[in-house]
C-alpha cells in the first residue's frame, strides 16, 4: 500500500514488522547517525539483489510500520517477493535485518589517556553534587538504547531567551529534543567531598573514619587496595559501567596531612592512576574549598603530554545569582596561579550553570547574561530547578533512572555530550 508523500521522489510505505527488529532498527539508525528510511531503503536494495533468500525471519506479532521510499523501489520489492514466494511482511523483515547485519553496532572507542572531569566551585550549594552524578550517569547510558537528550541547539536558544522572566527553564521545547544513542563509557565518580554528598546521594555508605579511604592513599598511608573501596551504582541499570569511590569524613583532615606530603599537588593523582585503565571518564566532585586539596584536583585535570586540548580539565558550576559570580572569580585566579606556578596546562571545559529559574526575575535573568558573555570559558549547559532532582536525592536514586525523560535529564546528556 503506498500513497504520495511530501517529498516528490518518495512515497508513502505502509506495511508491518516486528516490535522488536523495529526498535532495533531505530537504535542502530541513531547510531550511525542515519535516517530510519535511508536505512530501509538501503536494505531493500541489498535485499533484491541477492541471489537466494536469507533465513526467514519470526515476524509474529507484527505490526503496522510506514516509511518513504525512492519512487518505484516498493514496486520492485514486491515483485521481487512475489518472484521468490515470501509475503511482503517476511521480505521486508529480511530487508531490514540485512540492514543491520551489514551496519553492526559501532564499538565503543576507549580513550588512550582516561578523561579527567573536574567539578568544582569554592561556593557551596551550587549543585556540584548534583551535575557529577548527572553527567557521569549520561556517560555510562546503554549504547543500545536511545535516550532523549537536548540538541546543541537548544541551548543556544535557552540562552538567547534567558531575558524572559517569565520562563521556567529557557528553550523547554519538546521539539529540540532528539532520541540518541548512550555513549556506553565506563565511568568513575570520586566523591572528593569530606560532606559525603554524593555518597549518599547515590545511596552508598560513607567510609568509616577506623578504615581506608582516598585520604589515607594522598596522604601516603593506605592501609589496603583503593580499588576494593569502590561500589558499583545501580548496576543492572549501567551495565556495570557506573561505580563510585565513596567520601570518608577523614577528608576534613586533608589540607592538613597534605601539608607533610612531598609534591602534594600531585596526590590525588598518584593515589587515582592506578585505576585509570578501568575507566574511560574520571568525574571528581569536589569540596567547597580553596585549600591544597582544590590545588590536587586541578593538577589530576591538567593536560597530559599527548592530550588533545579541552579533553580533560575543570568544570565550575555555578548558580544565576551574584555570589557564584565572586566565587569564580576566586577558584579560577586559584587554577590560573597554580598553572602559571607549575608550568601546567589546565583547562576548563566550560560554565555550567545549575538550578536556573527565569522566574526568579532581573537577577537571574541578568546574572545568566553575565556568565553567557564570559565567552571563555563559555557556557555548556543549563540545568533547570526542578523537582526531579530533588525526589532523586530523598529517593538516593542516580537521577537519570529515577526520571530519565524529565528535563534535567536531557540536560545533563546534553551537558555530558558538550564536554565528551
Known amino acids: 500500500m503506498t500513497s504520495p508523500a511530501t517529498s516528490s521522489d518518495r512515497e508513502k510505505v505502509v506495511s508491518k514488522l516486528p516490535g522488536w527488529l523495529r526498535q532495533t532498527l531505530k537504535v542502530r539508525a541513531a547510531q550511525h547517525r542515519v535516517e530510519i528510511q535511508v536505512a530501509v531503503e538501503q536494505g531493500i536494495e541489498a535485499w533484491t539483489r541477492l541471489a537466494s533468500n536469507p533465513p526467514a525471519i519470526d515476524t509474529s506479532g507484527a505490526d503496522s510500520f510506514s516509511t518513504f521510499l525512492p519512487q518505484g523501489q516498493w514496486d520492485t520489492f514486491r515483485a521481487t517477493a512475489a518472484d521468490r514466494g ?135 598511608d593506605p592501609k589496603g587496595d583503593l580499588r576494593d573501596l569502590i561500589v558499583s551504582i545501580e548496576k543492572e541499570s549501567f551495565d556495570g559501567r557506573l561505580d563510585l569511590l565513596p567520601a570518608c569524613t577523614d577528608a576534613f583532615l586533608l589540607d592538613v596531612r597534605l601539608s607533610a606530603v612531598r609534591a602534594r599537588e600531585a596526590a590525588l593523582e ?47 558550576v555555578v548558580q544565576a545569582e551574584d555570589s557564584s559570580a565572586d566565587a569564580y572569580g576566586l577558584l579560577t585566579a586559584q587554577i590560573d596561579d597554580l598553572g602559571n606556578d607549575l608550568a601546567l596546562d589546565i583547562d576548563y571545559l566550560g560554565i555550567a550553570v545549575n538550578l536556573y529559574d527565569g522566574r526568579r526575575g532581573y537577577i537571574a535573568t541578568s546574572s545568566l547574561q553575565g556568565w553567557v558573555d564570559i565567552k571563555d570559558p563559555r557556557v555548556v549547559g543549563l540545568i533547570g530547578d526542578l523537582k526531579e532532582q530533588k525526589e532523586a536525592v530523598r529517593m538516593k536514586r542516580p537521577l537519570l533512572t529515577y526520571a530519565p525523560k524529565s528535563q534535567q535529564a536531557v540536560g545533563m546528556r546534553a551537558l555530558a555530550r558538550e564536554i565528551a
Open 270 to 316: 598518584r593515589a587515582l592512576a592506578p585505576l585509570e585503565d578501568d575507566y574511560d571518564v574520571i568525574l571528581i566532585d569536589c569540596p567547597p574549598s580553596l585549600g591544597l586539596s582544590m590545588d590536587a584536583a586541578a593538577y589530576y585535570g591538567r593536560r597530559r603530554d599527548g592530550e588533545r586540548p579541552g579533553r580533560s580539565g575543570v568544570l565550575i
Open 86 to 220: 515470501v509475503s511482503l511482511i517476511q521480505g521486508l523483515a529480511q530487508s531490514v535485518q540485512l540492514w543491520l547485519d551489514t551496519n553492526p553496532a559501532p564499538h565503543i572507542e576507549r580513550p588512550a589517556i582516561t578523561q579527567r572531569i573536574v567539578v568544582c566551585n569554592q561556593k557551596g550549594g551550587v549543585g556540584k553534587t548534583a551535575i557529577t552524578a548527572g553527567v557521569g550517569e549520561a556517560f555510562a547510558e546503554d549504547s543500545d538504547t536511545l535516550y532523549p537528550v537536548r540538541v546543541a541547539k537548544q541551548l543556544t536558544k535557552a540562552l538567547r531567551a534567558s531575558g524572559n522572566a517569565g520562563d521556567d527553564v529557557p528553550g523547554d521545547d519538546p521539539l529540540d529534543v532528539e532520541n540518541l544513542p548512550g555513549l556506553g563509557l565506563r565511568v568513575l565518580l570520586v566523591d572528593f567531598d569530606p560532606q559525603c554528598h554524593l555518597t549518599n546521594q547515590l545511596g552508598a555508605t560513607p567510609l568509616p573514619m577506623n578504615g581506608d579511604s582516598l585520604t589515607n592513599h594522598m596522604a601516603g
